[in-house]
């Protein structure tokens, strides 16, 4: 009997332990739908901050849940440490339906001016409950300063306001 409890504590601590790693996230580069970030979330009413992360060229984050029928995002981004990019960078949202793909929103841009920069977008009318999904590019400013390099961006803060 005392076998049998020593086992079952041991594999209770494993399953402990497994579930209590950190998983760190990566920014996807490439197509919009790899390795998202940010998180699987519902956006409730009110002011909520759903983080920050660095990423190289595109992102688009997890499915997130609109808990409202208005929203607006404000983005506080940086060139990120590890940019080996030339000339200033230019940051890109735009909010996407999850069901269908189709885009919600024009193309939100910032430009960066040496130092963090804020994109605030336009209020968007949505359903409650809309499922949608934020794409992010970051790219050089001007194709003549283009080097050849994925540009790099650090989203110190992101925050969405759901009425």
Known sequence: MKKIKKITC??????MALACINVTAFAASGTPDANPMAGVEDLPKGIYTIGGFTFTDTNTTPVKTVKGTSMSFTVKWKRASSDAG?????LTIQI???TTGKALSPKYTSVENGSAATLITPTLTVKYNQKIRIWFDVSTNKSSEAN???RSAQIITFVSYIN
């Open 10 to 15: 041991i594999i209770m601590t494993a399953i």
């Open 86 to 90: 030339t000339g200033n960078e230019k």
């Open 96 to 98: 996407i339906d999850a």
């Open 148 to 150: 050849g390099k994925l």
